[in-house]
T-cell receptor
Framework: LAKTTQPISMDSYEGQEVNITCSHN???????ITWYQQFPSQGPRFIIQ???TKVTNEVASLFIPADRKSSTLSLPRVSLSDTAVYYC?????????????FGDGTTLTVKP | NAGVTQTPKFQVLKTGQSMTLQCAQD?????MYWYRQDPGMGLRLIYY???????DKGEVPNGYNVSRLNKREFSLRLESAAPSQTSVYFC????????????FGPGTRLTVL
């Protein structure tokens, strides 16, 4: 099962771009990379998912290099409301469902 | 469409008491999950169910039992609560097609005295 490593915490200021990198050296061929966001006292919610190269949606971008051993979540022009914990999850495809681990995530603090 | 619902929202137990946490989803998802989250920590998988009638252990199953009652409902039971089980419990569900993601409930905050 792919184990992920993320920075424990990051600080940023409003309006800046934030990049959070996740390492997953033993990612399997059929594993997807999914990022979740969690606010205090709430369950995690999906932000973005990708398999390779680059994925962009209305909230974020996800960059995945060719070897897929890492991925970078990019949040453009963050605001105070982006302060949350961000989790990188590897797996969530087919029979690996349920065996993915969340880890401790990255606590992002956005300052005014 | 309520998504994933959990009851109760809050619960206080005394050591040794038992209780069942309820979870239901109305999205016709195949897989369901129970996680616990201790203060300042990430989520740890307790049990999951890939389909109705099947359950499997996650990272931290000791002290818990689960029942997948039907496709919609997945309950978590603490037979003899311990202070170490004080945590926030999240239920999640997933359809299980390639690339699908998990949908989480609002959580149950449990305190064991």
């Amino acid at each position: 099962l792919a184990k992920t490593t993320q920075p424990i915490s990051m600080d940023s200021y409003e309006g800046q771009e934030v990049n959070i990198t996740c390492s997953h050296n033993n990612i399997a061929t059929n594993d997807y990379i999914t990022w979740y966001q969690q606010f205090p006292s709430q369950g995690p919610r999906f932000i973005i998912q990708g398999y390779k190269t680059k994925v962009t949606n209305e909230v974020a971008s996800l960059f995945i290099p060719a070897d897929r051993k890492s991925s970078t979540l990019s949040l453009p022009r963050v605001s105070l409301s982006d302060t949350a914990v961000y989790y990188c999850l590897v797996g969530e495809s087919g029979t690996n469902a349920g065996k993915s681990t969340f880890g401790d995530g990255t606590t992002l603090t956005v300052k005014p | 469409n309520a998504g994933v619902t959990q009851t109760p929202k809050f619960q206080v137990l005394k050591t040794g008491q038992s209780m069942t946490l309820q979870c239901a989803q109305d999205m016709n998802h195949n897989s369901m999950y129970w996680y616990r989250q201790d203060p300042g920590m990430g989520l740890r998988l307790i049990y999951y169910s890939a389909s109705e009638g099947t359950t499997d252990k996650g990272e931290v199953p000791n002290g818990y039992n689960v029942s997948r009652l039907n496709k919609r409902e997945f309950s978590l039971r603490l037979e003899s609560a311990a202070p170490s089980q004080t945590s926030v419990y999240f239920c999640a569900s997933r359809r299980d097609r390639v690339g699908d993601t998990q949908y989480f409930g609002p959580g149950t905050r449990l305190t064991v005295l």
